[in-house]
């Protein structure tokens, strides 16, 4: 399998994607990640980027994310936001974990957001849904469809005891 190749081929998992725990707040458009690749105080940042940078990217579609290597003396993750401000957090000599959980309370959304989102997302009914706890409770209801053969009966022309009979 090509994807199970590289260093720490574990990172493309799909179950690794979706243990990711940062969903950035809906006002985020830019996650920027500035770090080099030497230094000691620069280590966090490195781990950040190599171990969780495509978690964000997975949990969070509609956000871009980039990374600058070697172009600022001290790492630092840079947000932008669709109002036109802009944040900057410092990560210089923190670890991942410190970074992720720091990230977290700052910009990532509440658990009580996430679960409100689930539940909208799961009470949004789809009007092509019928049966029981649906709007319609059979699709002879949605215009345009056959109507149910125990009401009206069906023309003979789609009833198969007139098409297949032997003349």
């Known amino acids: 399998m090509p994807f199970m190749k590289g260093r720490a081929p574990v990172r493309r998992t799909l179950e690794y994607l979706n243990a990711g725990r940062l969903i950035l707040k809906d006002k985020v458009r830019i996650f920027s ?3 080099n690749t030497y ?24 956000v871009q994310v980039i990374t600058f290597k070697n172009m600022s003396p001290s790492p630092f993750i840079r947000c932008y936001f669709d109002d036109g401000r802009d944040m ?24 009580k957001q996430l679960d409100a989102e689930t539940r909208m997302a799961e009470s949004k009914d789809n009007p092509a849904n019928f049966g029981y ?20 009966p069906l023309p003979d022309h789609l009833r198969g005891k007139h098409i297949f009979a032997p003349k």
């Open 88 to 111: 900057l957090v410092d990560i210089d000599s923190k670890d991942r974990h410190e970074i992720m959980d720091h990230l977290l309370k700052v910009l990532g959304k509440t658990k």
């Open 33 to 35: 990640v500035n770090y």
């Open 133 to 152: 706890g649906c709007n319609r409770h059979c699709i002879c209801e949605i215009p345009g469809q056959v109507p149910c053969p125990g009401t009206v």
């Open 39 to 62: 230094g000691e105080h620069h280590a966090g940042a490195r781990d950040f980027v190599f171990w969780n940078i495509s978690q964000v990217q997975f949990k969070n579609p509609d």
